[in-house]
């Protein structure tokens, strides 16, 4: 259980303080309320770009990392497909140095072309390396595209096309700045040896004059369910023929999702899972499979890919992951597995809680997920999933028509 107080600055900042007083250090996150989702279709990957352009200076610190190695701490971020975060840790008597930094650069970035063109050529590099010249790379683009027609979700975080990053203008990047880096569209959470009467001080000191945004309502385009299977074949040089299944699941909101999540445990999580058992150690079908629920906020995926062993066709290897599938859908899991797989979250979330950084980046989640209160309920939400709902849910999640798949063939000579 994880105690806090909350309280709001006029402006709209939203702060969060859970006091650690064994802790000699501090983590001060700082998540806003924007993402992949919300960009564009024709400027995509503006989120994680805008990630780096971040630590390129602002209005009064030309270098964020400096100050705070030199404080004695560390810093970094990510973006999502919802939020982008950043999360700075140091010895807690040099917190301020902290909250001078995130103040500063949420303040005013200093909008200098030549940083942007240098931050454009390094995410156009990451792009090329992890999405265009890497083996299966750009099964993420395939694949939500594939999976989602209308939602934003259809792109990766990456950006749907190395042309709109390398374009990005100076204005694109002010107008997204003056948008969604405003106070109002921010949430910051403090943990470790602090108290909350420091926290409030400091926090008013830093942030209180900054002047709120335009309050950001969405709009997305909804996503029809889907009543047919995709499927596409990519035929390329890769290391082995692989096949990517991803099923539309549930929001993050959803008490479907702890459910969700704990299927694909039951599939795939250890040498005892049902696919580790039956697909690679018994009928060695696979050199290796996995399975994951993505953490979206609105409608994820449940996504499952594996790698087949040579001699063995794309067909039969699909057959048989289907049947275990089957299998889920139609035979209740015996308690003893379910049981198994709930002690593993169990354990997760425990060990997760003994960390202030995982705690301050889990109580912005959950505030910008609507309620930060829920974070408490998360092990009891796992807790009551019974045998019946992972019966009734795959029978829901499985189903051939709300399925998109993409699968590599190898490249023959010739070819």
């Not at 400091?202 to 996503?223: C, D, H, M, S, Y």
């Not at 390329?236 to 023929?241: H, I």
């Not at 001699?311 to 089957?326: G, H, P, Q």
């Not at 169990?346 to 950084?357: K, L, M, P, R, Y």
Request: proline share 4%; net charge negative; aromatic share 12%.
């Amino acid at each position: 259980m994880i105690s806090y107080n909350r309280f709001q600055l006029e402006n709209g900042l939203r702060v969060i303080v859970q006091e650690e007083p064994d802790t000699a250090l501090v983590a001060v996150n700082i998540a806003y309320d924007v993402g992949a989702r919300d960009e564009h279709p024709d400027k995509t990957g503006f989120a994680h770009l805008f990630e780096h352009l971040m630590f390129s200076g602002s209005k009064n610190i030309p270098d964020f990392d400096m100050p705070i190695q030199q404080a004695g701490g560390e810093c970094n971020a990510f973006t999502s497909s919802d939020l982008t975060n950043y999360y700075d840790i140091l010895p807690v008597n040099n917190l301020e140095v902290a909250f001078w930094l995130e103040s500063d650069r949420m303040l005013s970035l200093d909008f200098d072309p030549q940083s942007l063109e240098i931050q454009k050529k390094v995410v156009c590099e990451e792009f090329k390396e992890n999405f265009i010249n890497r083996p299966y790379g750009n099964v993420w683009h395939q694949l939500r595209a594939l999976s989602y027609q209308s939602h934003p979700y259809r792109w990766p975080v990456i950006g749907k096309d190395l042309s709109h990053v390398e374009n990005a203008s100076l204005q694109d990047m002010q107008a997204f700045f003056y948008k969604y880096y405003r106070p109002n569209n921010a949430v910051l959470v403090v943990t470790g040896g602090v108290q909350t009467a420091k926290v409030k001080s400091l926090a008013q000191k830093w942030f209180g004059e900054i002047e709120k945004g335009e309050t950001n309502v969405r709009k997305l385009p909804q996503e029809a369910a889907q009543k047919q299977f995709r499927s596409l074949t990519l035929t390329e040089e890769v290391p082995a023929e692989a096949i990517y299944l991803s099923f539309h699941s549930t929001t993050r909101s959803d008490p479907d999702y702890y459910v969700s999540d704990l299927i694909t445990d039951i599939l795939a999580v250890g040498l005892s899972s049902r696919f580790y058992q039956k697909l690679v150690k018994d009928k060695e079908l696979f050199s290796y499979i996995d399975t994951y629920i993505s953490s979206d906020l609105d409608e994820g995926l449940l996504v499952i890919y594996g790698h087949v062993m040579p001699n063995i066709s794309l067909e039969d290897a699909e057959a048989a992951l289907w049947e275990l599938l089957e299998d889920l859908k139609n035979k209740p899991v015996e308690n003893k597995e379910l049981q198994k797989v709930k002690n593993k979250v169990e354990s997760q979330i425990f060990f997760a809680e003994t960390s202030v950084t995982n705690n301050a980046i889990n109580l912005a989640f959950y505030e910008i997920m609507g309620d930060v209160s829920e974070m408490n309920r998360e092990a009891q939400q796992y807790s009551k999933v019974d045998t019946d709902a992972i019966q009734r849910v795959s029978q829901r999640i499985f189903q051939r028509e709300n399925c998109s798949a993409v699968y590599y063939r190898c490249k023959k000579g010739g070819q």
